[in-house]
């Protein structure tokens, strides 16, 4: 158990429609990622977020959205959906910012988009 | 842009050979490099990572990896495989920033 919860762990919705992941990190970590794993694509990194603020972006889509609450957790927020955007998606922990800062993965959501 | 390349995706050992998974990165610069294992509905777990300390690094589980710059390789190895090693295994980079770029993933499955 890495620490990192994520829910739900299984999301299935229709194209179109708009859903919200959730994630709280191991506790005292001040940074989160979102990262997909999908057939196609493999493990992309979509965005980071540290202590409330949006620290690095990757191959996140514009109908995708984060947060990081004041609390630390954060919510990826996926609208618009298409077939293309079933996937897995991990949110990861650190303590800091840096490479140095081991990530800690979460179990995943699994999105199906029918 | 940075990349990593995982080659063969998918390893078949029996139980008690030698693991070797192969990992090669393009860059310029030196990275950080990390290996992460994945079971089966479960979340990336890290099992070693390099910073630029010692060449050699090991990990959990008896694994280890080495880095070499010269043939910009950090290939994974275990000096005897156990069943439990199954799973899907990822190299990843980072370069001075904080996202990890990962290769494409190597299943690793172990026959008694």
């Known amino acids: 158990d890495s620490g990192v919860t994520q829910t739900p762990k299984h999301l299935i919705t229709a194209t179109g429609q708009r859903v919200t992941l959730r994630c709280s990190p191991r506790?005292?970590?001040?940074?989160v990622y979102w990262y997909q794993q999908s057939l196609d694509q493999g493990l992309q990194f979509l965005i980071q977020?540290?202590?409330?603020?949006?620290?690095a972006k990757g191959n996140i889509l514009e109908r995708f959205s984060a947060q990081q609450f004041p609390d630390l957790h954060s919510e990826l927020n996926l609208s618009s959906l298409e077939l293309g955007d079933s996937a897995l998606y991990f949110c990861?922990?650190?303590?800091?910012?840096?490479?140095?800062?081991?990530?800690?993965f979460g179990p995943g959501t699994r999105l199906t988009v029918t | 842009a940075q990349s990593v390349t995982q080659l063969g995706s998918h390893v078949s050992v029996s139980e008690g050979a030698l693991v070797l998974l192969r990992c090669n990165y393009s860059s310029s610069v030196p990275p950080y490099l990390f290996w992460y294992v994945q079971y089966p509905n479960q979340g990336l777990q890290l099992l070693l990572k390099y910073t630029s300390a010692a060449t050699l690094v090991k990990g959990i589980n008896g694994f280890e990896a080495e880095f070499k710059k010269s043939e910009t390789s950090f290939h994974l190895t275990k000096p005897s495989a156990h069943m439990s090693d199954a799973a899907e295994y990822f190299c990843a980079v980072s370069y001075a920033g904080t996202a990890l770029i990962f290769g494409k993933g190597t299943t690793l499955s172990v026959s008694s």
């Open positions: 977020y540290y202590n409330g603020e949006e620290r």
């Open positions: 990861a922990s650190s303590a800091g910012t840096g490479s140095l800062y081991e990530q800690y």
């Open positions: 506790s005292g970590d001040l940074s």
